[in-house]
């Protein structure tokens, strides 16, 4: 039995041992499933590494998540805070705005009071006045009474008591009127209310509102009543466009005017025109940014059409036999129609002037607008017509208006033929005397330079209350009293050849300022390249070289200097670029040259130094204003160097100044003009040429000539 049972048992476990084998090989070829088996707790105990690491993990998730939730509060924290400090800015400026409210309903409520309570402190003055106007009546018509009837009454007692003022009413403080312009167009009205022709003493307007018309007159923007001033309709007119912009108002302001002139003209109405003309350059004036170039053309035909129908004044092709039928006009209607051409022709001035703020191809266009006879008719080229027709007003509004079409690319008409023509005439003005016209000596609208005399006739011919009929207003001009129309006072006379000097004097600084204008701007010397116009600046330098040594200490010699350094400064531009200066001058022409530059090269000498020495010692001394050799030419020299009463003190710097400003006679000339003068003398003359010519002129006595250092001429 046991033998049996003991082969069962070995034969049995080769058996297992082979089955076991085979079940690991099939287990080993097996492929591992995606889903692990859900470890048993034999397992999990006895792979303790596994979960070592799966604890690892979830303490590390745990610790992410707590820092995630951390930032998230942080974040959430940090916005809540923003938001309760945008509510707190907002309750804040809430607030401050609720006060600022606040203070300024406080601020209209007391304005409102203060009103209230002069209202009625006014109220009650006037109460007071007329309860004392009251008793005073009541006294007078008592006294009456006792005079009459013999009886006298009185007055009871209360009511003198309330007529008597308080003493406080006395002290109310004056009411503060405050006028708030509105816009530009308001500043214009105001000031075209101002406005007044310069010398006049009434405003344009004020002479307006006695000046009618004996005729009803009707246009598109403008109606004046027959025997209704003319300055009720124009206020009139201004009040109805007070909303425009300033530039629409500005254009049928002007234009309406100038259409009323032109038919104030043909109904020979023309007492108005010379101050509506002063309205029309007051407008235009105002802002100049405000003018565009259309308007300025529209104004400009207008003005010019205006201006020829006055033009016979100064055309010389008209003589006495054609203007018999002017004779018969009265005196009075020949000065109005003189000085309403001299307002036409500064109106086109200023409207040139304007265009100047434009580009050149504007200035060019608005010079076409001109008409060439009406220029030639105010600045004459033919010397004869130049003597009998030339006007000193109508010759700088010429002169003016030139300077303004300068550019780099246009001049006047922009024609070389007309601008050589143009340069003759100027020329002429410096050699040929423009003569003092009758009945011509007026201000102007643009300048305040010359003579005035004849406004006078033109305010007596607007009446002041009413004329010598009782006329409050009149529509034809006023006769001019016999004693304005003769000028017989030598004194007087006197005096307006002054003004007439200093007018002309400085007429031809402007032309010279306008060549040198030309020069520049060009970078051209062209135009003046000739014969004759090198001749005609030797001869004019001559000339006031002659004036000056005739009246050494007349009142406008600086102005005579100021014309020969112009005319030294316009040489040197001729002959600086130029290889054969004989291409450009005479030989008669050159001993000219050589004896007026000379004059100037050499024109200071022992005699200055002298001066200078003498003026230091003056002025030093404490006599700072005293005049010592020229007063104007030394007032002038302190006013150009800014010396106030704080620099009286020093003498020696007033000295300096007023030596360095050349009088004609003392110090001759500027500094810049005599290096100049030596300069052009340097392409003529030769060194030995120039030392003559120095010795000559200064022909000293023998000591200072025998001291004479060559270095001097270097210096």
């Not at 009511?159 to 003493?167: G, R």
């Not at 200071?604 to 005049?627: C, Y």
Request: hydrophobic share 40%; net charge negative.
């Amino acid at each position: 039995m046991s033998s049996s049972g003991s082969d069962f048992d070995d034969d049995d476990d080769e058996l297992l041992q082979a089955l076991l084998q085979g079940e690991a090989d099939v287990q080993d070829n097996q492929v591992i499933p995606t889903q692990a088996p859900v470890p048993t707790h034999t397992e999990i105990q006895v792979d303790p590494f596994n979960q070592t690491e799966q604890q690892a993990r979830l303490f590390r998730a745990d610790g992410e998540i707590a820092i995630l939730r951390a930032q998230l509060q942080q974040i959430q924290q940090q916005k809540q805070d923003e938001i309760q400090q945008l509510r707190d800015s907002y309750a804040s400026l809430k607030h401050s705005n609720d006060e600022q409210v606040s203070a300024l309903k406080h601020a209209v409520q007391k304005l409102e009071d203060e009103k209230k309570f002069l209202n009625n402190e006014l109220l009650a003055a006037s109460y007071s006045h007329k309860k004392r106007k009251m008793a005073t009546d009541l006294q007078v018509s008592g006294k009456e009474g006792d005079n009459i009837d013999g009886s006298k009454t009185q007055v009871p007692q209360d009511d003198l008591q309330e007529a008597t003022p308080p003493p406080t009413a006395l002290l109310v403080r004056p009411i503060q009127k405050v006028i708030k312009i509105a816009n530009d167009s308001a500043l214009l009205t105001d000031q075209l209310w101002n406005h007044c022709i310069p010398g006049s003493k009434r405003t344009s307007f004020k002479c307006l509102s006695k000046i009618c018309a004996d005729f009803d007159i009707h246009m598109e923007r403008l109606e004046i009543l027959k025997r209704t001033s003319f300055s009720s309709s124009i206020v009139e007119f201004l009040s109805l466009r007070k909303n425009h912009r300033l530039d629409q108002l500005l254009e049928e302001f002007t234009l309406t005017m100038l259409d009323l002139i032109k038919i104030l003209l043909e109904h020979k109405a023309i007492l108005s025109i010379p101050f509506l003309f002063s309205l029309v350059h007051c407008a235009i004036s105002f802002r100049p940014a405000a003018m565009s170039v259309d308007l300025i053309t529209k104004l400009l035909q207008k003005s010019c059409v205006l201006a020829h129908e006055l033009s016979y004044f100064v055309n010389s092709n008209q003589d006495e036999d054609d203007l018999v039928n002017y004779h018969d006009v009265p005196y009075q209607i020949m000065v109005l129609e003189k000085f309403i051409f001299l307002c036409c022709l500064d109106v086109i001035e200023m409207l040139f002037s304007l265009s100047s703020t434009h580009d050149s191809n504007s200035i060019k266009s608005i010079w076409h607008v001109f008409p060439l006879d009406l220029f030639q008719l105010c600045l004459p080229n033919n010397p004869e017509r130049f003597k009998n027709t030339a006007q000193i007003n109508l010759v700088f509004n010429i002169v003016e208006s030139l300077i303004s079409s300068i550019t780099e690319d246009s001049f006047g008409f922009n024609t070389d033929s007309l601008d050589k023509t143009v340069i003759d005439s100027l020329l002429k003005v410096f050699i040929i005397e423009i003569p003092l016209k009758e009945n011509f000596m007026f201000y102007g609208l643009n300048r305040i330079i010359g003579n005035n005399t004849d406004y006078q006739k033109i305010e007596t011919m607007v009446p002041v209350k009413h004329d010598f009929l009782n006329n409050y207003q009149v529509a034809i001009p006023s006769p001019v009293p016999f004693e304005l129309q003769r000028i017989e006072d030598k004194h007087v006379q006197f005096e307006l050849r002054s003004n007439h000097e200093f007018h002309l004097l400085n007429l031809r600084v402007r032309i010279g300022e306008l060549l040198e204008s030309l020069v520049v701007t060009k970078e051209n010397i062209n135009f003046l390249t000739s014969k004759e116009h090198f001749k005609s600046m030797i001869r004019i330098i001559g000339f006031e070289q002659i004036y000056i040594a005739r009246s050494p200490r007349s009142k406008y010699i600086y102005l005579r200097i100021r014309i020969i350094a112009i005319l030294v400064r316009l040489i040197k531009y001729l002959i600086q670029d130029v290889r054969d200066v004989t291409a450009l001058i005479y030989p008669e022409t050159l001993n000219e040259l050589y004896v007026v530059l000379s004059r100037i090269a050499f024109g200071s000498d022992s005699i200055s130094l002298d001066a200078h020495k003498m003026l230091l010692r003056i002025r030093t001394k404490g006599f700072v204003k005293e005049p010592i050799f020229n007063p104007w030419c030394e007032e002038i020299a302190r006013d150009l160097n800014h010396i106030t009463p704080a620099d009286f003190n020093n003498g020696k710097v007033i000295a300096d100044l007023e030596s360095d400003f050349a009088n004609g006679l003392e110090f001759p000339y500027d500094s810049e003009t005599v290096e100049l003068s030596r300069e052009i003398l340097n392409g003529f003359v030769t060194h030995e040429e120039a030392d003559n010519l120095y010795f000559n002129v200064n022909n000293e006595d023998e000591e200072v000539a025998s001291n004479f250092d060559e270095m001097e001429l270097v210096e």
